[in-house]
Each structure stands twice: as structure tokens, then as C-alpha cells.
């Protein structure tokens, strides 16, 4: 491609990002912002119960909205964030780190993390593989706190679908096929041997004409200790 059609390539993909970005924030789907108080109430309260200052995992991170966040309020002391992609030009505050899962492995010990993340990651990977994966970073990790969508039918998972379009336009996160159900929620739990000691339903992750078209019996969060 030519220097010019590239630049004008890239000006259009940055203008169509823009809107997105835009249209989320006036339509209601403000995610991070809507999603953020939950987070940090349930941190603050792990990290009175456990009493020391936090070692986060934030598993499939994208952006590190939740860490940069989490850290600025000192909620966490140090965090490693992991994701399958190169992260760029991103300046890190200390103590931050990031891998990617494409080029290393996470190979921690037993219970080196004592609180990980995991914010709409799992649907991605496939609601149909995760008991392995679940378990490592369950082993890896004293408490666990999972953000994720329920699909009630046909019509709810494709207008999860179509919100995870929408939410990920631009980014080369792949849409899943199909979401948990409560059942199948339960049955992970029960397979991998979790302890699941918390789970919050109806998270208000849309406000606006968002909530109306995906309300928030579509989010849960849950909590898992060891
Ligand atoms: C919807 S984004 C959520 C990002 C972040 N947790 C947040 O809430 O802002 C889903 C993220 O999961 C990541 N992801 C998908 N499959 C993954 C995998 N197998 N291992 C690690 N991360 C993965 C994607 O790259 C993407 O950044």
C-alpha cells in the first residue's frame, strides 16, 4: 500500500474507533465505568480479609483499565497482566507488568498471586475449554473474581454477540458462539472443584438505550476462594 493510502487508511479506521467510542459512551455502554464500582468494592473487601497488600493477576487484560485503576487507588500493590498480545507504546507504573501469553508461559507457584481478574475473558476463550485453565490460575491464586455474561436463549446470546461487536470493534478479540447459562455456570464450578463463596447477578454494566437492549440479568460476577 502506498504511504498516502496507508495514512488515510489508518485516519479512517481511527475516525470509525472514535464514533464507537463515542456512540458507547452517549448510548449507555460505558463498560469500564459502569463495571469499575463493583470491582473495587469486592477488592477492598478481599483485601480486608486478607489482611496484607495485593499481588494481582489480571488474566486476559486488555487494555489494563482494571489495574491501572485498581493501582492508582493503592488498592494493589504490584500486578502482572497478561493478554495474547504485544503491548506497545504503553508507559507502566512501577510494579506493573505485562506478558504475553503468545510468547511465555505463566509458570507461577502455588498461591503467588492472592487476588486475580478476570473481566469478560472467559466467553472469549470458549465456555467449553476453561476447566483446565480455570484451575491453573485458581492454583496460582488465592481468591479469584470472575466478571462474565449469562444467555437466556437464542435472541439474548445474539444480542450478547452483537454487544461484544460492538464493545471490541477494532480489536482482534473474537466473538464467541455461545455464553454460559446458569447451568453451565454451575457446572464448571462443580467440575474444576472451585469454591465459589460469592456471585452477584443483575451487574449493571449498561445504562441508556444499551440497558434496554441487553439488561442486566445478562452480567454476573463471582467470587472464588480456594
Ligand atoms: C473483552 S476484553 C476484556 C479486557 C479486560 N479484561 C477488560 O475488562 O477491560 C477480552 C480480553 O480477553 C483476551 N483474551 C482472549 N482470549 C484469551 C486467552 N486465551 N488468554 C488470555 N487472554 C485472552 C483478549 O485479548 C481481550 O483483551
Redesign the pocket.
Known sequence: MKYKNYMRYNNNISLILLTFEFLRKILGGD??NN?IGYIEKEVVLIKKKIGKKINLL??????L??TLFLKKKKLINKAIC????ELKYKKLPLNVKYMN?SNSKMTFKKNYFNLA?????LH??GINNLEK?LKTICKISEYVII?DHFEFNYLSRQLLRLA?WF??YG????IPKKYFTEEKWYRLIKKSKLKQIKIIKNVIQHKGLFSLILPSKHQFISIIRK
Open positions: 463498560r469500564f463495571l489480571d488474566y486476559g487484560c486488555g487494555k483499565d482494571f497478561v493478554d495474547n498480545y501469553l481478574i478476570i473481566i469478560d475473558v472469549h476463550i485453565k466478571k461484544d464493545g471490541n480489536t482482534e478479540v473474537n
